[in-house]
């Protein structure tokens, strides 16, 4: 009889160890998934840049400093590796087509050609794929790792190889400067 | 979202699924198997020359074609349905609102890790959403032109998110189902009616010349009884399939706001479409009874989907809007006090 009860004992045990198992490689092959969903947006706007500058070139002949600005971010975000790197060329790129657009507003001709709002229309929804992918794979990471901690998943998370996965910070340079305030009322130095 | 929430949710759909498939073939036996029942206890006390009524053939036929129609639904449920809103597929968008839509449902795509669904466009003044299909992978979103007309960006997002919601939580499974199966009940029941009018017209004057076979009938009372709960079944279950199908409609609209809201992370978007939808006070024509329940508001404008307690509960495929507007202003406002302040979680979007 006791042998028969640590015999249940065991295989309720076995079973357990294969479902967390396979649960952690579900939830990794998510993650995994949801980074290259990331990828592919981002190539996507990589991809829809050269376009959109060659297409306003003409136009704004005299805010090359600003298309520069993109180009130069894009090439950057192009030749970035890893999560954190990457993120943090992706919000420069961000913001560089942020002031882009910001002064196409200055040229309503530009808006009146069909092609522009259509690029724009483009790029606008590339770039919430990109923040949806973004909120994926974070979601799905969050959880991963959470799973990976808790007890008694944690206990089969060498068996599954887990490592936590690293989030997808929005890395803001514009927001992350610390703006110098001088308050001592002293006139600065010409 | 929590994965355990989400597996629930399609798990429990899935079950539902299976016990609406399951009850409908019941209902379509007991149809079958209890008119031959009631039949063979009439033609029982027959003299042996005449008819008796020994083989279930209208059980039989009743039941297998319960069951084909099941498949049926399965396989084209999802495809009748858009088939009867006129609806047509956006393969190559054609102005830049088709283009606007396809990149939403993208974007919603993208939000819930799910394959994009076929995008369909039902030409009716009127704005409104729905989504069918079996499962995420044979998906549909259709909106009527009414819709893409009158929302904005977000709004139309805020839209398609709640459809992608229920294509994630398989509520399309379960609602597309009942669509089929509303409308295959209410047929049934009037070909019944119908047949039987016309069996007993054939009765009647069969047996006119011997008064013989009327007196056996009276004789037994079992038969009677049968009889009548047949018949009952004939009228209430049209009438009960409609109000399950309204039922169930109406818990998943609740989660599917919730859901939607967390793929876009804008709850106000939301909301401030569905207001607008409300103050559409036409119904949608082309949406007829049989797939009214699929809908984001409800298609035919019925009065008792807005009156809050039992009649509402009861009579309406939707809670009232101003229900589902306070619940996402709620969340929305949970969502600034977490972030300190409102629209720190939405996407970055260029200045359009």
Known sequence: ?190 | MSDSNLFAQQESNRRRSAWLLAGFILLFAWVGFGGDWAFYLQTQGAPPEAYHHIIPWIGLLTSSFAAGLCWYSWRYGAGRVLWATGAWEIIEPADPAQQQLVNVVEEMAVASGLPRPRIWIVPDPDPNAFATGIDPQHASIAVTEGLLRSLNRDELQGVVAHEMAHVRNLDTRLMTLLAAMVGAIALMSDGMGRMLRGGAYVRGSSSGGGGRGGGDRKGNPLALIVLVAWLLSLVVAPILSQLLAMAVSRKREFLADATGAQFTRNPMALASALEKLDGATAPTTTITHGAAHLCIVDALGRPASERPGVVGDVFGSHPPIRERVIRLEGMAYQQAKLEGHPGVLTPPSLPA
């Open chain 1, 1 to 190: 009889m006791p042998g028969i009860i640590f015999l249940v004992v065991l295989a309720v045990l076995a079973l357990w160890v294969v479902g967390a198992y396979n649960r952690l490689i579900g939830l990794k092959n998510q993650v995994v998934n949801g980074w290259k969903q990331i990828d592919v947006q981002l190539k996507r706007r990589h991809d829809l840049i050269p376009n959109l500058v060659n297409t306003v070139k003409g136009a704004m002949d005299f805010e090359k400093s600003t298309l520069e600005a993109v180009i130069a971010a894009r090439n950057k975000a192009v030749s970035a590796t890893g999560v954190k790197a990457t993120a943090q060329a992706e919000g420069e790129l961000t913001q560089a087509l942020g002031r882009f657009f910001a002064l196409t507003e200055a040229y309503p001709q530009l808006k009146a050609t069909g092609n522009v709002a259509q690029l724009q229309e483009e790029l606008t929804s590339t770039e919430n794929k990109i923040g949806f992918a973004r909120q994926f794979y974070n979601d799905v990471a969050t959880d991963y790792n959470t799973k990976q901690m808790q007890f008694p998943t944690n206990l089969v998370a060498g068996l599954a190889k887990a490592s936590p996965a690293e989030l997808w910070e929005i890395e803001d340079a514009g927001e992350r400067a610390v703006p110098n305030v001088d308050l001592s009322m002293n006139k600065p130095p010409a």
